[in-house]
C-alpha cells in the first residue's frame, strides 16, 4: 500500500511519528490481560498499548471466562427465536412457544438479534446479525436491579466502547464497571468495535460495509429500545479509539447523547502530524487504511466531518468530559519502563491532540470539563479512575438514580 504523507508534519511529530510505530510492532502487552478479536478483522484509529505484533494479528475467538464461581444467576439461555427462560426481576419463568422473553423486533435496515446468553448476575451478551457490517457482532449489557422484559418502563443507557485491539468485554474484563452500575438504575451497553475507528468507512468514496457508526447509533441503539427497555436519556463513553468514537458520535448525532466522556482519546484527527500516525498505526495489520476516511488531503472533508475538533460546535447540547495522561510514568503505572515506551510515547500524542479539542470546544461554547492530569501513561489504571471519578455525574445528567 501506498504510504500518505501529511506534508504539514511538524518536526517533533515526525520524530515521533517514526519513533512510534517500530514500537508498535515491538511492544509487549505488558500488564495488559489476554484480549480476544471478532469476526471483523479491520483497522483501529489509535494504539492502546496493547497491540500484539503485526505479523500475529489475525481472528482470534474471545475468551470467555467460566460464570462458576460468581456471582451469577442459575438461569438458561433466552431464546432469540421463541422458547422462554426466566429473566431477571420477572419472578417467573417464560414458558415454550408462548413468545415470552423472545427478542424478535429487528432494527430499520433489518438487524436483528439471533441469541441471548447469560455471563453472570444481571449481565448478558446479544448477538446481533448486523447488515451494516455484514457479519454478527457481540453486545455485552449490564441490567438494571429492577429490570425485566415486560416492565412497563424504560431505562437511562450507557453506551461504553472500548480500544483498538480489544473488544466488547474489556470494560468487564479491566475494571469493575459491572459493579459500579450495579449501584444506579442504569442499563449500560458494551457493544463490539473491532479495529473499525468507529466510523462507516470510506472505502473510496463508494461505502459500504463495514459501518461501523450505523452498527452503533442505529441498529445496536434501536434493538436495546426494542427488546430490552432502553430508554431515550443516554450517554456515551470511551477510552482511546472508543474516545474518539464517542465524541465523534455525540457531535455527529447531536441529542442523540446528553453526556460524553472521552479517556485518552485522538480528539483532533487533523492536528499536525495525526494524520500521518493514524495512517501508520491502522496500516500495520495489513490493511488499506485509507479505506477508513481516505486520504487526509485529497478527501480532507471526509476527515473533517468525523474529527471531534472540527465538529466541536455541535455539542454545545451535550456535556463532555475529556482526559488524558501527559506520557511520563505515573502512579498507575506498575512496570514503568523504559522512555520509550508505547504507553509513554502514544499517551504524549493523545494529550495533545485533546488540548487541541479543548481550546475549539471552549471557544465554542461546549459545557466541558477536562482533566489532564499530568503523569500517566496510556493504561487501564487510568481509564478505571477517570470512570469512577465521571460516573455520578454522567448518571445525574441522565436521571440514573444510585440505589
Known amino acids: 500500500m501506498r504510504k500518505q504523507v501529511d506534508r504539514s508534519i511538524a518536526i517533533g511529530s515526525i520524530v515521533a511519528v517514526a519513533v512510534v510505530p517500530s514500537l508498535l510492532v515491538l511492544m509487549p502487552w505488558q500488564e495488559f490481560d489476554a484480549v480476544g478479536a471478532n469476526s471483523v478483522p479491520t483497522p483501529s484509529t489509535a494504539s492502546d498499548g496493547q497491540l500484539a505484533p503485526a505479523a500475529s494479528r489475525s481472528p482470534r475467538s474471545t ?30 419463568g417464560g414458558r415454550a412457544g408462548t413468545g415470552r422473553n423472545t427478542f424478535t423486533a429487528t432494527a430499520d435496515d433489518g438487524a436483528r438479534i439471533t441469541a441471548v446468553k447469560w455471563r453472570g448476575k444481571r449481565q448478558i451478551d ?25 416492565a412497563p418502563r424504560t ?9 483498538g485491539e480489544d473488544t466488547y468485554v474489556s470494560w468487564t474484563r479491566s475494571t469493575d464497571i459491572a459493579k459500579v452500575a450495579a449501584r444506579y438504575d442504569v442499563l449500560v451497553a458494551l457493544p463490539e468495535g473491532s479495529n473499525g475507528s468507529y466510523t462507516d468507512w470510506y472505502n473510496d468514496g463508494r461505502g459500504g460495509i463495514p459501518k461501523w457508526e450505523t452498527f452503533h447509533t442505529q441498529e445496536v441503539r434501536q434493538l436495546l429500545e426494542r427488546n430490552f427497555r432502553a430508554g431515550s436519556a443516554r450517554a456515551v463513553m470511551g477510552l ?10 455525540a457531535a455527529r448525532h447531536p441529542g442523540m447523547y446528553r453526556y460524553a466522556a472521552a479517556y485518552s482519546g485522538v480528539l483532533s484527527m487533523l492536528s499536525p502530524g ?28 471526509n476527515w473533517a466531518a468525523h474529527d471531534p475538533a472540527s465538529l466541536a460546535a455541535r455539542l454545545r447540547t451535550t456535556r463532555v468530559h475529556v482526559s488524558s495522561g501527559n506520557g511520563s510514568p505515573g502512579p498507575l503505572d506498575k512496570n514503568k519502563g523504559a522512555p520509550w515506551d508505547i ?19 471552549k471557544a465554542a461554547g461546549v459545557p466541558l470539563t477536562t482533566n489532564f492530569y499530568g ?5 487501564w489504571g487510568y481509564w478505571k479512575r477517570e470512570m469512577h471519578a465521571t460516573w455520578p455525574t454522567m448518571m445525574s445528567t441522565i436521571g440514573a438514580r444510585r440505589y
Do not use: M
Not at 240 to 249: F, H, M, N, R
Open 63 to 92: 475468551p470467555e471466562p467460566s460464570p462458576a464461581g460468581r456471582d451469577t444467576l442459575p438461569l438458561p439461555d433466552i431464546d432469540a427465536g421463541g422458547g422462554g427462560s426466566r429473566d431477571p426481576g420477572s419472578g417467573s
Open 126 to 150: 446479544i448477538s446481533v446479525a448486523s447488515p451494516a457490517l455484514g457479519s454478527t457482532q457481540k453486545v455485552r449489557v449490564l441490567l438494571p436491579r429492577a429490570w425485566s422484559t415486560s
Open 155 to 163: 431505562w437511562p443507557v450507557v453506551f461504553a466502547f472500548h480500544g
Open 240 to 249: 482511546s479509539s472508543g474516545a474518539q468514537g464517542a465524541l465523534t458520535y
Open 274 to 301: 495525526i494524520p500521518s500516525l493514524l495512517l501508520y498505526i491502522n496500516s500495520s495489520n495489513g490493511q488499506d487504511a485509507s479505506k477508513i476516511w481516505g486520504d487526509p488531503n485529497r478527501d480532507r472533508a
Open 343 to 361: 504507553r509513554y510515547l502514544s499517551e504524549t500524542q493523545v494529550e495533545r491532540s485533546s488540548k487541541d479539542f479543548a481550546a475549539r470546544a
Open 375 to 379: 503523569p500517566g501513561s496510556h493504561t
